[in-house]
């Protein structure tokens, strides 16, 4: 369990970055937090040539949190996103996400925006980055560029970032007025990739009724999905809405697949129970921030 | 500090060493040793066509390649059958590097040795292996069916049919009021320690002496092993157990074909050699345990006392059996437990299949000779309406019937004897603990929560500390040290602190002089190993009587010199003195210090030793007859048999209808072995034994598919429980003596885990009125069988609890 050999660089600009990258070719690895890639490398599942250790870039350690969502840079920790009481302010999804992300150890070296690349559809972020319909801002030779989320992942432990390029940071779009979020998942033991995970947010109009409900899925697909569920409480208050049959809607909207740990037909139990869980508890936040706001 | 520890709960010495990074494990060992890495076979059955290496050579940091047409003399012989039985009829073992055959994934073809460990693998990674597959036997099914042959001259798959019976079983089922037979499975898990194996090896080419370092729990016996195998004088090898980071059975086999390997590099190279295993290699070519078919009969009466039961089980040894049959033995043996069962026979197939080898983990067959009797007695309360634990109270051996013989022939070869016990006891404490009478009122709480509760029990009977032999060596030094060693190993019990405290208590000294070694040839050469809950009972006692021997010498001594008789002297502090005399006295140091005659005096304290110290008595010569120089003895404990120690554990789960989680949410425990030394250590081998049940229960399993291929070969797929998994553990001790062995003990290593599996399958079924019938089980199977219209349903007739929750999943 030792990696093949590789080479290593550890720029101090983004542009020395992009210059390695581009000299290196497609055999150059990002290397932020390691969770994920080192694992890879030490059981020879990944070769990369060099890895591009971003560690020293400046100014890439920051959570941005505004009035329209919150930016986290390349370099934000997994436990400092988690104890940013700003962005869970902005945005609650990240913290309550990020609060089931792996471990201590792992949160504490792990990068969020890290996460996101890796592109796992049993991630936490990607699910969070789909479900706020968030995008990521990409430094690339040419300039930098924003893709969406629903561009960005491609495929498990794939984006559509080719070429050199490192990623600069995660936008994560605030949660809108008269909403409530909440997420949870199912795992085997606490801290493992989730065997199902659910996140969700509900909307509420002047009259706290339902105008929306959406919910992203972790381990379901092979890419992030969100799926609108509108349709099966639109109108109703959140003590008369059918949760259960958001969660029958969701059932059929998704198609896992099975693996060791959970039979496809486990993981559609999953996704409705969660999501009538998870519905519920997104709909009384949400008509609480609606009665704090009016 | 008082100097009688026995039964103290003294803090264990070793901790902080080992928790704030001052162990010594394996690794730490040899920062300059070359590394060996192993290429090991990718198919679970196939014949190896062509080894070509040439694509290794260049590669910078290449020292040398191996492979079994490298190997000479004994080496080249297939490894030790350590454990030979007339019923292993088939055995079969492999060579240290794969010779034509290999017969499962992880099987040893290629050693490389390099510079370090990255450039092994680098050159590993180069060499090219051409294989022809052959038919692969995964599963105990598979290998029952035998379909395909794993070793193609080897019938049926079958390596051994172990049987025993203790009367006419066909005649007392015939007479049986009523009987029931089922069938039921063991999934395979493994011990799994947190330091895998590994090996470092010196050669002193001017000596001619090797020095062995291995992660080991048997190091005199792969002493011997490397001796015999690489043609060397015993006393030019030494074989030392450093540190080791748990073993729990997998490390009591021997010897890997690393550990002849890695000395035979280290010779050949004239260069230390190390190997550490990484965490893949010990999923694919260390050791698993637990896969059992078991076919079940039993017979009974209208009260639910069992009158005969005849047990069939299919034992998956993996791909080759050099820890011979001793899980069968231990299942068929174990199994019926504290139960007074009329007529028992049972059979053990032992079969082939092509995957890791099967040899004990902690438990060692007993899990599942638990699992057979306690689901029995499960199925036997439903069927006949009783509670499930009046029904294992009916069948309970009595406290008069002991020594209890269960006729049967246990895995030292002796006598299935009961030595002493109290069953009723524990049932009694048992039902205290858990509250097993209030479950109907936990029930209505639970499912007001939306959850399903149930309850279950297990009880087991563990023979626990089996012969040969161990031995101890206690020695005081002239500066009032008390030097303990024993041969057998550690891997995180505590023996440093219950050796120490047994010597300090026999010998009357403060615990804190005394320093213990374990494990390490080069201190005592005679030794067996750490296994079967063995250490306490057997080093326990040896070391305990090596000390009596020490105080017996003392007082000798000490009463010629305080001219008095040995009768009236005590040891107390260190301190040899005259009962009921204050001032009359003298250290034990100083005697030390006299047992041994000198002529040249090296320090103060030595000059009270030589010959012109003070008058001797010139009629004596000064070291006496059959006497010896020094203030130490040797002795050895060997028993007539095992000693028996037994245990209940009772389980509470509640379970999600709507995802169909299962979380234990009380675990409790009752345990027996004996004379207690040090009822936290008790205690920790009890909190670490329900964690290993609980994996085996609901978490760990060997994920192989049809090709055997291991699909969970790492820790993010074998699913360990973490701290978070494991329930808080509420425990109750019984001390019944042993009357086996000088200090009462029984052993404590295993216990934890045996009945795991059964109680909590008998809690879940109990929570959702389904027949659990294999284990473990995880709530996507659960799904499956709640929903499956062919799975029993359980109708519980017991009149202490309500109807079973069978609704819930209509």
Same mark, same amino acid.
């Given at each position: 369990?030792?990696?093949?050999? #590789?080479?290593?660089?550890?720029?101090?600009?983004?542009?020395?970055?992009?210059?390695?990258?581009?000299?290196?070719?497609?055999?150059?690895?990002?290397?932020?937090?390691?969770?994920?890639?080192?694992?890879?490398?030490?059981?020879?599942?990944?070769?990369?040539?060099?890895?591009?250790?971003?560690?020293?870039?400046?100014?890439?350690?920051?959570?941005?949190?505004?009035?329209?969502?919150?930016?986290?840079?390349?370099?934000?920790?997994?436990?400092?996103?988690?104890?940013?009481?700003?962005?869970?302010?902005?945005?609650?999804?990240?913290?309550?996400?990020?609060?089931?992300?792996?471990?201590?150890?792992?949160?504490?070296?792990?990068?969020?925006?890290?996460?996101?690349?890796?592109?796992?559809?049993?991630?936490?972020?990607?699910?969070?980055?789909?479900?706020?319909?968030?995008?990521?801002?990409?430094?690339?030779?040419?300039?930098?560029?924003?893709?969406?989320?629903?561009?960005?992942?491609?495929?498990?432990?794939?984006?559509?970032?080719?070429?050199?390029?490192?990623?600069?940071?995660? #936008? #994560?779009?605030?949660?809108?007025?008269?909403?409530?979020?909440? #997420?949870?998942?199912?795992?085997?033991?606490?801290?493992?990739?989730?065997?199902?995970?659910?996140?969700?947010?509900? !909307?509420?109009?002047?009259?706290?009724?339902? !105008?929306?409900?959406?919910?992203?899925?972790?381990?379901?697909?092979?890419?992030?999905?969100?799926?609108?569920?509108?349709?099966?409480?639109?109108?109703?208050?959140?003590?008369?809405?059918?949760?259960?049959?958001?969660?029958?809607?969701?059932?059929?909207?998704?198609?896992?697949?099975?693996?060791?740990?959970?039979?496809?037909?486990?993981?559609?139990?999953?996704?409705?129970?969660?999501?009538?869980?998870?519905?519920?508890?997104?709909?009384?936040?949400?008509?609480?921030?609606?009665?704090?706001?009016? | 500090?008082?100097?009688?520890?026995?039964?103290?709960?003294? +803090?264990?010495?070793?901790?902080?060493?080992?928790?704030?990074?001052?162990?010594?494990?394996?690794?730490?060992?040899?920062?300059?040793?070359?590394?060996?890495?192993?290429?090991?076979?990718?198919?679970?059955?196939?014949?190896?066509?062509?080894?070509?290496?040439?694509?290794?050579?260049?590669?910078?940091?290449?020292?040398?390649?191996?492979?079994?047409?490298?190997?000479?003399?004994?080496?080249?012989? %297939?490894?030790?059958?350590?454990? =030979?039985?007339?019923?292993?009829?088939?055995?079969?073992?492999?060579?240290?590097?794969?010779?034509?055959?290999?017969?499962?994934?992880?099987?040893?073809?290629?050693?490389?040795?390099?510079?370090?460990?990255?450039?092994?693998?680098?050159?590993?990674?180069?060499?090219?292996?051409?294989?022809?597959?052959?038919?692969?036997?995964?599963?105990?099914?598979?290998?029952?069916?035998?379909?395909?042959?794993?070793?193609?001259?080897?019938?049926?798959?079958?390596?051994?049919?172990?049987?025993?019976?203790?009367?006419?079983?066909?005649?007392?089922?015939?007479?049986?009021?009523?009987?029931?037979?089922?069938?039921?499975?063991?999934?395979?898990?493994?011990?799994?320690?947190?330091?895998?194996?590994?090996?470092?090896?010196?050669?002193?080419?001017?000596?001619?002496?090797?020095?062995? &370092?291995?992660?080991?729990?048997?190091?005199?016996?792969?002493?011997?092993?490397?001796?015999?195998?690489?043609?060397?004088?015993?006393?030019?090898?030494?074989?030392?157990?450093?540190?080791?980071?748990?073993?729990?059975?997998?490390?009591?086999?021997?010897?890997?074909?690393?550990?002849?390997?890695?000395?035979?590099?280290?010779?050949?190279?004239?260069?230390?050699?190390?190997?550490?295993?990484?965490?893949?290699?010990?999923?694919?070519?260390?050791?698993?345990?637990?896969?059992?078919?078991?076919?079940?009969?039993?017979?009974?009466?209208?009260?639910?006392?069992?009158?005969?039961?005849?047990?069939?089980?299919?034992?998956? *040894?993996?791909?080759?059996?050099?820890?011979?049959?001793?899980?069968?033995?231990?299942?068929? @043996?174990?199994?019926?437990?504290? &139960?007074?069962?009329?007529?028992?026979?049972?059979?053990?197939?032992?079969?082939? @299949?092509?995957?890791?080898?099967?040899?004990?983990?902690?438990?060692?067959?007993?899990?599942?000779?638990?699992?057979?009797?306690?689901?029995?007695?499960?199925?036997?309360?439903?069927?006949?309406?009783?509670?499930?634990?009046?029904?294992?109270?009916?069948?309970?051996?009595?406290?008069?019937?002991?020594?209890?013989?269960?006729?049967?022939?246990?895995?030292?070869?002796?006598?299935?004897?009961?030595?002493?016990?109290?069953?009723?006891?524990?049932?009694?404490?048992?039902?205290?603990?858990?509250?097993?009478?209030?479950?109907?009122?936990?029930?209505?709480?639970?499912?007001?929560?939306? +959850?399903?509760?149930?309850?279950?029990?297990?009880?087991?009977?563990?023979?626990?500390?089996?012969?040969?032999?161990?031995?101890?060596?206690?020695?005081?030094?002239?500066?009032?040290?008390?030097?303990?060693?024993?041969?057998?190993?550690?891997?995180?019990?505590?023996?440093?602190?219950?050796?120490?405290?047994?010597?300090?208590?026999?010998?009357?000294?403060?615990?804190?002089?005394?320093?213990?070694?374990?494990?390490?040839?080069?201190?005592?050469?005679?030794?067996? $190993?750490?296994?079967?809950?063995?250490?306490?009972?057997?080093?326990?006692?040896?070391?305990?009587?090596?000390?009596?021997?020490?105080?017996?010498?003392?007082?000798?001594?000490?009463?010629?010199?305080?001219?008095?008789?040995?009768?009236?002297?005590?040891?107390?502090?260190?301190?040899?003195?005259?009962?009921?005399?204050?001032?009359?006295?003298? %250290?034990?140091?100083?005697?030390?210090?006299?047992?041994? %005659?000198?002529?040249?005096?090296?320090?103060?304290?030595?000059?009270?030793?030589?010959?012109?110290?003070?008058?001797?008595?010139?009629?004596?010569?000064?070291?006496?007859?059959?006497?010896?120089?020094?203030?130490?003895?040797?002795?050895?404990?060997?028993?007539?048999?095992?000693?028996?120690?037994?245990?209940?554990?009772?389980?509470?789960?509640?379970?999600?209808?709507? @995802?169909?989680?299962?979380?234990?949410?009380?675990?409790?425990?009752?345990?027996?072995?004996? *004379?207690?030394?040090? =009822?936290?250590?008790?205690?920790?081998?009890?909190?670490?034994?329900?964690?290993?049940?609980? $994996?085996?229960?609901?978490?760990?399993?060997?994920?192989?598919?049809?090709?055997?291929?291991?699909?969970?070969?790492?820790?993010?797929?074998?699913?360990?429980?973490?701290?978070?998994?494991?329930?808080?553990?509420?425990?109750?001790?019984?001390?019944?003596?042993?009357?086996? *062995?000088?200090?009462?003990?029984?052993?404590?290593?295993?216990?934890?885990?045996?009945?795991?599996?059964?109680?909590?399958?008998?809690?879940?079924?109990?929570?959702?009125?389904?027949?659990?019938?294999?284990?473990?089980?995880?709530?996507?199977?659960? &799904?499956?069988?709640?929903?499956?219209?062919?799975?029993?349903?359980?109708? *519980?007739?017991?009149?202490?609890? =309500?109807?079973?929750?069978? $609704?819930?999943?209509?």
């Amino acid at each position: 369990m030792k990696p093949a050999p #590789f080479g290593y660089a550890d720029p101090t600009t983004v542009e020395e970055a992009l210059d390695v990258l581009s000299s290196e070719g497609e055999g150059a690895k990002v290397l932020a937090g390691g969770q994920s890639l080192l694992p890879l490398l030490s059981m020879r599942l990944a070769a990369p040539t060099t890895l591009v250790d971003i560690n020293r870039l400046p100014g890439l350690d920051f959570i941005e949190a505004g009035r329209d969502g919150v930016r986290v840079g390349a370099l934000v920790r997994h436990a400092a996103l988690l104890a940013s009481v700003e962005a869970a302010g902005v945005q609650p999804l990240l913290t309550r996400a990020t609060a089931n992300v792996a471990h201590p150890a792992i949160r504490n070296r792990g990068t969020t925006v890290g996460s996101i690349v890796h592109a796992d559809p049993s991630g936490e972020m990607t699910s969070v980055l789909a479900l706020t319909d968030g995008s990521v801002t990409v430094a690339t030779p040419g300039g930098p560029t924003t893709i969406g989320w629903r561009e960005f992942f491609v495929g498990p432990l794939e984006t559509s970032v080719h070429g050199p390029a490192v990623v600069l940071d995660a #936008f #994560f779009p605030a949660l809108p007025a008269r909403s409530g979020t909440a #997420f949870a998942e199912v795992a085997r033991r606490k801290g493992d990739y989730a065997v199902c995970g659910a996140g969700v947010v509900v !909307t509420v109009d002047d009259d706290l009724r339902i !105008t929306a409900a959406r919910a992203a899925y972790l381990s379901v697909g092979l890419v992030p999905e969100v799926h609108d569920l509108t349709e099966a409480v639109a109108g109703r208050t959140v003590d008369s809405a059918d949760w259960a049959a958001a969660g029958a809607l969701a059932r059929g909207l998704v198609d896992p697949d099975g693996d060791l740990h959970a039979s496809a037909d486990y993981r559609r139990l999953l996704v409705a129970t969660l999501t009538e869980r998870t519905l519920a508890d997104a709909g009384a936040e949400a008509v609480r921030r609606a009665l704090e706001a009016s | 500090m008082t100097t009688k520890l026995f039964g103290e709960p003294v +803090r264990r010495r070793e901790d902080a060493r080992l928790i704030i990074g001052q162990g010594r494990y394996l690794d730490d060992i040899g920062a300059d040793a070359h590394a060996a890495a192993f290429l090991r076979s990718p198919y679970a059955h196939a014949r190896v066509v062509d080894i070509d290496v040439t694509g290794a050579l260049d590669v910078e940091g290449l020292l040398a390649i191996y492979t079994y047409a490298d190997l000479t003399g004994p080496l080249a012989e %297939p490894l030790p059958v350590l454990i =030979p039985h007339p019923q292993l009829t088939h055995p079969r073992t492999g060579y240290p590097l794969a010779k034509d055959v290999v017969q499962h994934v992880g099987e040893a073809v290629v050693m490389v040795v390099a510079t370090d460990r990255y450039v092994a693998e680098d050159a590993a990674a180069l060499i090219e292996v051409t294989y022809e597959e052959l038919p692969v036997v995964v599963g105990v099914d598979a290998a029952r069916a035998a379909l395909h042959a794993v070793h193609e001259d080897v019938p049926d798959n079958v390596a051994a049919r172990h049987h025993q019976e203790t009367g006419d079983v066909a005649v007392a089922l015939a007479a049986s009021a009523h009987t029931l037979s089922f069938t039921q499975y063991v999934e395979r898990s493994a011990a799994m320690p947190m330091e895998g194996k590994g090996v470092h090896a010196r050669w002193d080419a001017d000596d001619k002496a090797l020095r062995v &370092y291995t992660s080991t729990q048997a190091s005199t016996s792969v002493r011997a092993a490397i001796a015999a195998k690489l043609q060397l004088s015993l006393e030019k090898v030494e074989v030392i157990a450093p540190d080791v980071g748990g073993g729990f059975g997998v490390k009591i086999v021997h010897p890997w074909p690393e550990e002849l390997l890695v000395p035979m590099a280290a010779i050949a190279l004239g260069h230390e050699v190390k190997w550490t295993e990484d965490r893949r290699e010990h999923f694919i070519s260390s050791a698993h345990e637990r896969q059992q078919r078991q076919e079940i009969t039993v017979g009974y009466d209208d009260g639910g006392r069992v009158t005969a039961l005849d047990v069939h089980i299919w034992h998956d *040894n993996g791909a080759y059996t050099p820890y011979g049959i001793i899980i069968p033995i231990v299942t068929a @043996t174990q199994l019926v437990g504290p &139960y007074a069962v009329p007529v028992y026979r049972v059979q053990v197939d032992s079969v082939f @299949t092509n995957t890791v080898i099967v040899t004990p983990y902690r438990g060692a067959g007993r899990p599942q000779g638990c699992f057979a009797m306690e689901r029995t007695m499960d199925r036997i309360a439903q069927e006949r309406g009783i509670d499930r634990a009046e029904v294992r109270s009916r069948n309970l051996i009595q406290v008069d019937q002991f020594p209890y013989d269960q006729h049967l022939t246990f895995q030292d070869g002796r006598p299935v004897i009961y030595d002493s016990g109290d069953y009723v006891g524990l049932m009694d404490k048992l039902k205290a603990l858990i509250d097993w009478d209030s479950v109907v009122e936990r029930r209505a709480d639970a499912e007001a929560r939306g +959850r399903l509760l149930g309850i279950g029990m297990a009880m087991y009977v563990e023979g626990t500390g089996p012969g040969p032999y161990e031995g101890g060596h206690v020695q005081v030094l002239g500066s009032g040290k008390v030097l303990v060693s024993t041969g057998l190993t550690s891997q995180g019990q505590g023996h440093e602190t219950v050796f120490a405290q047994l010597v300090a208590s026999e010998l009357g000294v403060p615990m804190e002089d005394v320093e213990v070694t374990t494990g390490d040839t080069r201190r005592f050469g005679y030794a067996v $190993g750490t296994f079967a809950s063995r250490a306490a009972v057997m080093s326990g006692n040896a070391v305990a009587l090596a000390a009596r021997g020490v105080r017996e010498k003392a007082l000798r001594i000490a009463a010629d010199v305080l001219e008095a008789e040995p009768a009236d002297l005590v040891i107390e502090d260190g301190l040899v003195q005259v009962k009921g005399v204050p001032g009359t006295s003298i %250290p034990l140091r100083t005697v030390a210090v006299l047992s041994n %005659p000198l002529r040249y005096a090296f320090d103060e304290a030595a000059k009270q030793a030589t010959q012109f110290a003070g008058p001797g008595d010139n009629s004596k010569p000064p070291v006496a007859v059959g006497d010896a120089p020094g203030l130490e003895h040797t002795d050895y404990y060997s028993p007539i048999r095992s000693t028996f120690a037994s245990g209940a554990h009772a389980v509470v789960v509640e379970i999600d209808p709507a @995802t169909w989680e299962i979380d234990v949410v009380q675990y409790a425990v009752v345990h027996d072995c004996g *004379n207690v030394v040090n =009822p936290m250590i008790v205690e920790g081998q009890v909190h670490g034994g329900v964690a290993q049940g609980v $994996g085996g229960a609901l978490y760990e399993r060997m994920a192989y598919d049809a090709d055997g291929q291991l699909q969970n070969a790492s820790f993010m797929d074998f699913l360990m429980p973490y701290a978070s998994e494991v329930p808080p553990v509420v425990i109750d001790h019984q001390e019944t003596a042993s009357p086996l *062995n000088p200090l009462g003990l029984k052993g404590a290593g295993e216990a934890g885990v045996i009945p795991g599996s059964a109680a909590i399958a008998s809690a879940i079924e109990d929570a959702v009125g389904r027949r659990i019938a294999a284990m473990p089980i995880s709530p996507t199977e659960l &799904y499956d069988l709640v929903r499956s219209s062919a799975a029993d349903r359980v109708t *519980n007739t017991d009149p202490t609890l =309500p109807t079973l929750n069978t $609704g819930a999943m209509a």
